[in-house]
């Protein structure tokens, strides 16, 4: 007789994606420190940030010169593998085992990939549509604000069938953005925070389709406010 496991397994889609951003990691951080390569070792990450990071010089170059080249359309789906430092990575890294297995549970191995991709893409061309210039977009937390996303909709749904207040689902992003707030504060703030919010938003509304019910339960609650 087989012995049920204590606790869930992380999600097989869950694990690739963060053994693709480790070994990313390894090979950047390696060259950096002298580990392996030549000297010209030491370049590897901001070459890996100036060919897969995103920024909205991309968009606008494809848009006014309709230049569809893979090098330009890879970078919606790159940029979250490549990080500026092994400290942003680590913090991507854990963020994703974390929110992969609770959206993994709830919805399941398919639903992490759809919302990853889907929020990942989003944010990157939200972020491209209202942040100008050149700064890049990297790093895992766009995606990883998409699995919150999802997660806070799966909350926000169990908290309306058990008859609790559903704005405690949204504790967990407001305590990340006012986090993110201080730190800002701190240590100045870029853009990414656009992505990062675009990607909840998309997270959200995507767990809406893949939950079953969950499109008409959030339309039905949106009816009684109105």
């Keep these: 007789m087989q012995t049920p496991n204590a606790v869930n397994p992380i999600p097989p889609v869950v694990i690739v994606l963060c053994l693709i951003a480790v070994a990313v990691e390894l090979v950047l951080g390696a060259g950096q420190f002298g580990v392996v390569g030549d000297p010209q070792a030491i370049g590897w990450r901001i070459n890996a940030l100036q060919s897969y990071s995103l920024s909205p010089a991309v968009l606008d170059w494809i848009l006014t010169r309709g230049d569809f080249a893979p090098d330009m359309l890879m970078r919606f789906v790159t940029y979250p593998f490549v990080h500026a430092s092994f400290t942003q990575a680590l913090f991507g890294i854990a963020l994703l085992l974390a929110l992969g297995k609770f959206v993994g549970d709830a919805l399941g ?29 990297f790093g895992l937390f766009p995606p990883v604000y998409g699995l919150i996303g999802a997660y806070t909709y799966v909350i926000w749904l169990h908290l309306g069938r058990t008859g609790q207040s ?24 870029g853009n990414a925070w656009i992505a990062e919010l675009a990607g909840f938003v998309f997270g959200f509304l995507t767990a809406t389709l893949l939950v079953p019910g969950g499109f008409a339960a959030l339309l039905q609650r949106l009816r009684q406010r109105s």
């Design 166 to 189: 559903q704005l405690a689902a949204f504790r967990l992003i407001g305590f990340l953005l006012a986090l993110q707030l201080v730190f800002g504060l701190l240590f100045g703030a």
């Design 109 to 137: 191995n398919l639903a992490v990939l759809l919302i990853f991709a889907i929020t990942s893409v989003g944010g990157a061309l939200v972020f491209c549509l209202i942040a100008s210039g050149t700064s890049p977009l």
